[in-house]
């Protein structure tokens, strides 16, 4: 059974890199497939969810527009494991951040890591 | 501002049939997807494609679309699915993936 655990600082200060890993159990995240990938969703508390981005096989990358600039979603094979990584961080960046296997074509997310809050201030 | 529009609320009395909408025109050419998040948890998918169900997700869930609109349908609600509930889908260009604001159901 494939599990999902997101790990990395949970206080950030403003301004620097929020960095978080998303380690894979239970199977490869090399799956082979181009209908499979991985992405991260996050959700300021009491809020709704927010769809960072997403990485699928053969590393193509897709980020939400509003975040492009800031983000970079990578693989590290070896280790099983795909990173998130968000520059300039500021205190509207301060939510519990989800891992989660993606499917493309149709397009869904299962399953999820548990979440990680992360908290922006000095 | 979400691409998908669902409805704040809604409510249900225990053991009937609710059905909680997702509206966006992304809807015409691709499939949303459902989620059911209780308090303090991760969301878990209830329904993928065009209504397909993920192993350990009961029946009463389904789902189904027409035009510009995707349904969720509850048939036999109980008291464990009070929840709030996502819809997921593309974005009109198909690049991106979009969520709706979510709907908080209340068993009554």
């Known amino acids: 059974q494939l599990q999902l655990q997101e790990s990395g600082p949970g206080l950030v200060k403003p301004s620097e890199t929020l960095s978080l890993t998303c380690t894979v159990s239970g199977g490869s995240i090399n799956s082979g497939s181009l209908y499979w990938g991985w992405g991260w969703i996050r959700q300021p508390p009491g809020k709704g969810l927010e769809w960072i981005g997403s990485?699928?096989?053969?590393?193509?990358?897709y980020y939400n527009s509003s975040l492009k600039s800031r983000v970079t979603i990578s693989v590290d094979t070896s280790k099983n494991l795909f990173s998130l990584k968000l520059s300039s961080v500021t205190a509207a960046d301060t939510a519990v951040y989800y891992c989660?296997?993606?499917?493309?074509?149709?397009?869904?997310?299962?399953?999820w890591g548990q979440g990680t809050l992360v908290t922006v201030s000095s | 501002s979400s691409e998908l529009t669902q409805d704040p609320a809604v409510s249900v009395a225990l053991g009937q049939t609710v059905r909680t909408t997702c509206q966006g025109d992304s809807l015409r050419d691709y499939y949303a997807s459902w989620y059911q998040q209780k308090p303090g948890q991760a969301p878990v998918l209830v329904i993928y494609g065009e209504n397909n169900r993920p192993s350990g997700i009961p029946d009463r869930f389904s789902g189904s679309s027409s035009g510009n609109t995707a349904s969720l349908t509850i048939t036999g609600a109980q008291a464990e699915d009070e929840a709030v509930y996502y819809c997921?889908?593309?974005?009109?260009?198909?690049?991106?993936?979009?969520f709706g604001g979510g709907t908080k159901l209340t068993v009554l």
């Open positions: 989660a296997r993606n499917h493309d074509s149709p397009n869904w997310f299962d399953p």
């Open positions: 997921q889908s593309r974005d009109s260009s198909g690049s991106h993936v979009v």
């Open positions: 990485i699928y096989y053969g590393g193509n990358t």
